[in-house]
């Protein structure tokens, strides 16, 4: 008789947005923990799609993911992935403040409609925790810092903003009708290698290294709280293991009526925006030229992660230093591009 013991079944996790920036990071961490992955993508031309083709392509090397290429807003298709799935972590969405102004139904239908699939899935298919992306341009005009979880968010500056903060309440009444463990964590300006192209960075360092201008707004008096993907991704990870059953003591954002908290994951550090562009200006080895201008429609002087309830839940995340993330990055653009 064999004495070895049994093994359990593979974890299973449902990702939409696999191909996206922060999805490709977070999958790729799942498939290195031993978890199965289903990951499901649109694969939209809001950028690239080259881009993020080659990040699914990465993913697909591993026999334990499962590429999906779909609408998240696509009647019952997320329901059916989610079968089988313990958890279920929604990233996909239309991202961009600015493109927010230009394209608004879009948002509605990935943001809105998209993320009401995605909970109609999570009552018909209850998974042991239900992970959902929001971003902290939810505190809109809130100018308490650093943003707490417990603060109103009821400013939002842009219709991203406001359709992501829809998505938050969308879900908190999902959580208790349908008692869903259900974790919101708000992302503070994500960076890193394989970054959106329409991301500040990857803009400043694609026009520093061909020589072009890089538009600074606000005339560089701004501030970010930038989290490097890799300090990102381990937050989620960690924060799967903590369903919203009990408190986490004052500061919890933990709901009366529901198995529900959202939570902030950034640095907890704001940097100027100025010593940004030094940071890439010193990994990519050029000066930039630089051309300040006024405020951006939708755009906020500041943001700031208080990062005391997620802490108090995980323990303390790591906080990659802005120079050391930044070099990382110029890295992986110099070797994707062959610069």
Not at 130 to 135: K, V
Not at 144 to 172: G, I, L, R, W
Not at 224 to 248: H, K
């Amino acid at each position: 008789m064999s004495s070895r013991a049994p093994q359990s079944a593979p974890k299973r996790a449902l990702i939409t947005g696999s191909a996206g920036f922060i999805g490709f990071h977070l999958c790729r961490r799942l498939l290195a923990d031993g978890w199965q992955v289903t990951g499901l993508d649109a694969m939209t031309a809001y950028y690239d799609v080259t881009l993020k083709q080659r990040r699914h392509a990465m993913l697909c090397q591993s026999p334990a993911f499962q590429a999906v290429e779909g609408r998240l807003e696509t009647p019952g298709l997320v329901a059916e992935l989610a079968q089988g799935a313990g958890i279920i972590i929604h990233l996909a969405a239309q991202a961009g403040v600015r493109h927010s102004i230009d394209a608004p139904r879009s948002y509605v239908e990935a943001n809105l409609i998209g993320t009401h699939e995605v909970l109609e899935a999570a009552r018909t298919t209850p998974p042991a925790h239900l992970l959902i992306a929001s971003t902290s341009s939810v505190y809109g005009a809130n100018e308490v810092m650093p943003y707490a979880e417990v603060h109103k968010a009821d400013t939002p500056m842009s219709f991203y903003a406001a359709t992501k903060k829809a998505a938050e309440v969308m879900a908190h009444s999902y959580a208790h009708l349908y008692a869903i463990p259900t974790t919101l964590f708000r992302f503070f300006t994500v960076y890193g290698p394989w970054g959106r192209p329409d991301m500040a960075l990857f803009k400043f360092t694609r026009a520093i290294l061909a020589g072009d201008p890089i538009e600074i707004y606000n005339h560089g008096d701004m501030r970010r709280d930038f989290t490097y993907v890799d300090d990102l991704v381990e937050g989620i990870i960690r924060l799967i293991a903590c369903p919203p059953t009990a408190s986490a003591g004052q500061a919890d954002s933990l709901s009366p009526v529901a198995p529900y908290r959202t939570v902030n994951i950034g640095n907890g550090a704001p940097v100027g925006l100025m010593d940004f562009v030094h940071a890439i200006e010193a990994a990519t080895g050029r000066t930039a030229d630089k051309r300040f201008l006024p405020m951006q429609p939708g755009d906020v002087p500041a943001t700031w992660a208080d990062a005391t309830l997620i802490e108090a839940l995980t323990g303390p995340l790591p906080r990659t230093d802005i120079r050391d993330g930044v070099r990382r990055f110029v890295d992986w653009y110099r070797d994707y591009y062959a610069l």
